[in-house]
């Protein structure tokens, strides 16, 4: 498959993720392969922005990470992913990256002693989403077609990832919304059993909530 090629499949891959309807982990495992595709790295991570925190949050892994993702946290402005996260900017260093100024090591991570590094931003509309890694064991050159084309996932990705964020938030909040009109049903319901017996019974409304608490 020649570079011409090569391209045109990645960007059918990103329009078929796009518009596949998948959940957020579902299309961040989409988002690794698709990087793995076009840079042929080593390991690959994705952070997303906690909007309550403002905090990065490993969310996805090429390697296995099972005890960090959904609890490792990079503040923005932290390390290179921090530095990306706050200029929104590529980062793309060759080789000895742990040697940036920016560079922040964490011990969890076996990416952070591999030799090239590439950062990307993942925005919506120029709102921060995430933050997308590259990283290769060995120094790797990356060429400007191949930022280009990590620069172009990370606009298309940021903004699918965040219109399935808004639908799960959605899905989230009709759930809620559902129980709390459950909820309120049943305190309907129960109201109106506690009235009934305290004229039956000629009962006080604690005395009431007492015998609704017990079988009869």
């Known amino acids: 498959m020649d570079q011409v ?121 120029g709102s921060l989403i995430g933050v997308l890694n590259a990283h290769h064991r060995d120094i790797h050159e990356y060429g400007s077609t191949e930022v280009a084309l990590m620069t172009f996932v990370g606009e298309q990705m940021g903004v699918a990832i965040s219109k399935s964020q808004l639908v799960e938030a959605n899905a989230k909040l009709m759930e809620e919304a559902l129980e709390l009109k459950k909820q309120l049903e049943t305190r309907k319901y129960v109201e109106r059993a506690k009235g009934i017996l305290q004229r039956k019974y000629h009962l006080t409304e604690e005395e009431a909530y007492l015998k609704l608490g017990r079988p009869c």
């Open 5 to 125: 090629q090569r391209q045109v499949s990645i960007l059918h891959k990103i329009s078929n993720v796009i518009s596949s309807g998948l959940t957020i982990d579902e299309m961040l495992d989409s988002l690794i392969t698709i990087s793995v595709d076009v840079t042929g790295c080593d390991a690959c991570l994705v952070y997303l922005l906690d909007g309550d925190t403002g905090d990065m949050v490993l969310r996805a892994s090429q390697l296995p990470h099972d005890k960090e993702l959904g609890h490792m946290r990079i503040k923005i402005g932290e390390g290179v992913t921090g530095w990306v996260a706050e200029h929104r900017s590529v980062v793309a260093l060759a080789q000895h990256s742990s040697e940036d100024k920016r560079f922040k090591h964490f011990g969890e991570l076996v990416e952070d002693t591999y030799e090239a590094f590439l950062s990307v931003p993942l925005v919506s509309g």
